[in-house]
């Protein structure tokens, strides 16, 4: 069936240091693969987006790469910050529109 | 910068009650969805909604729940007779087309009793 799923239920750097958060997914169908942040008692924040197209994706600080050969999804946060600690979700969409999420990484970010 | 609203913050309700959740989507969005997230767990999704009608549910979606579109900004989550299970965190999300970044609101914590 489909799943998603994280490796590492929490990851906790040092202020400045880079982060990886790693994503597998089991379905081959998806084509679209995002990354959200969800801080506690709010909704998912979109950080950045890779369609099965593209390997790699940078945005502002971030930087997302999709290997489809092993159906695995990173994202990395360059000199990690307190405002990052939160929850980062990977999520696939495919064929539908709905989004299949991860259970979530939790990032603690240490001063 | 445009976003995704929700109301009530919060919703306190008995066992068997209807609740009505409300969002209002970003204006030039065409697809809406309902997500929900049980304490700890990860998000999952409900339902999505384009062009005045369900496109695809979940199994969570039973007929217990509707979603309509009352009018061109609101769109709503009707849970006719709650359950305990039914407690959770609901997500509204939009998206300009289906097949595009989804933006999600700050979400409804319902806790039923």
């Known amino acids: 069936g489909e799943s998603v799923g994280l490796h590492l239920p929490t990851l906790s750097v040092q202020e400045g240091d880079n982060s990886i958060i790693n994503c597998a997914y089991s379905n081959s169908a998806s084509d679209y693969f995002i990354w959200y942040k969800q801080e506690s008692g709010k909704g998912p924040q979109f950080i950045i987006d890779i369609r099965s197209n593209m390997d790699k994706r940078q945005g502002q600080r971030v930087t997302v790469l999709l290997n489809k050969t092993v159906k695995h999804l990173s994202l990395q946060i360059a000199a990690t910050q307190p405002g990052d600690s939160a929850v980062y979700f990977c999520?696939?969409?495919?064929?539908?529109?709905?989004?299949?999420f991860g259970t979530g990484t939790l990032l603690a970010v240490q001063p | 910068e445009p976003e995704v609203t929700q109301t009530p913050s919060h919703q306190v309700t008995q066992m068997g009650q209807e609740v009505i959740l409300r969002c209002v989507p970003i204006s030039n969005h065409l697809y809406f969805y309902w997500y929900r997230q049980i304490l700890g767990q990860k998000v999952e999704f409900l339902v999505s909604f384009y062009n005045n009608e369900i496109s695809e549910k979940s199994e969570i979606f039973d007929d217990q729940f509707s979603v309509e579109r009352p009018d061109g900004s609101n769109f709503t989550l009707k849970i006719r007779s709650t359950k305990l299970e039914d407690s959770a965190m609901y997500f509204c999300?939009?998206?300009?087309?289906?097949?595009?970044?989804?933006?999600f609101g700050p979400g409804t914590r319902l806790l039923v009793l």
């Open positions: 999520a696939e969409g495919g064929a539908t529109n709905k989004l299949i």
């Open positions: 999300a939009s998206s300009e087309t289906g097949f595009e970044t989804q933006y």
